[in-house]
């Protein structure tokens, strides 16, 4: 049984463990028989471990590498015992597989990382189609056409960060204020002309520019419009 736990040589396989039962003062007399030790020689060490304790090969296994240093023991039939508990082939075994459970710990995060970004970006670009649709929704029926409109920027051009210069259908010419009063909804993107009223199609809130720009829904909301004289 003590030859099956020896180290292996290069080329060799670990052999099978040692029982944790098995007495540790037995497996130190099999070493004593392989190394042509007597009995006498082995005395000293078979008290120390009666004196600690170490009957069996699970209290061996039981000492951390800090006390394993403290047994008064040989150094030889330390190192001896030690190797036999311990297969190098076995613990080369037990090595890959806890490296192996960790690559696949770190895989699965990586990919459930993966797919939590996709999941993220994937919402993200359903709720931007669905806000757009939403927008050209809420305006009326035949604005949607004047959106699209290649010359509407020449119907409203912006004259600073504030304002907003507005031609209407009449030819007319206003400055107005760039930002929908409602929910300041950027005018020169999302505004719209129609005959002498600038329409914000975000939410569909009007604005007479001929009567200084007021809402004639909500009389209290306007966008200050003012009649220029040059374009």
């Not at 929910?183 to 329409?199: F, H, M, R, S, Y």
Request: hydrophobic fraction near 30%.
């Amino acid at each position: 049984m003590y030859l099956s736990s020896l180290p292996v040589t290069e080329g060799q396989t670990g052999g099978m463990p040692l029982p944790d039962s098995m007495k540790a003062s037995t497996l130190l007399e099999q070493i004593a028989s392989e190394r042509g030790w007597t009995q006498e020689e082995i005395e000293k060490d078979l008290r120390c471990l009666e004196t600690q304790r170490l009957r069996t090969l699970r209290d061996l296994r039981s000492l951390s590498k800090e006390s394993w240093k403290e047994i008064p023991l040989i150094p030889l039939s330390k190192d001896l015992l030690r190797q036999s508990i311990y297969p190098r082939g076995l613990a080369k075994v037990k090595k890959m597989k806890m490296m192996k459970m960790k690559k696949m710990k770190k895989e699965k995060g990586k990919r459930s990382l993966d797919e939590t970004t996709e999941s993220l970006s994937s919402s993200s670009s359903s709720s931007s189609s669905s806000e757009e649709g939403m927008e050209r929704s809420n305006v009326p029926s035949g604005m949607t056409a004047l959106l699209d409109e290649k010359n509407k920027g020449s119907s409203i051009q912006i004259m600073d960060p504030s304002h907003l210069r507005v031609q209407t259908a009449s030819g007319q010419c206003y400055k107005t204020d760039r930002y929908c009063p409602h929910k300041q909804v950027d005018l020169a993107t999302k505004g719209v002309v129609q005959g002498e009223q600038l329409i914000c199609t975000k939410h569909n809130w009007s604005f007479d520019l001929v009567r200084g720009g007021m809402c004639p829904k909500r009389p209290n909301r306007t966008l200050n419009a003012c009649l220029l004289n040059d374009w």
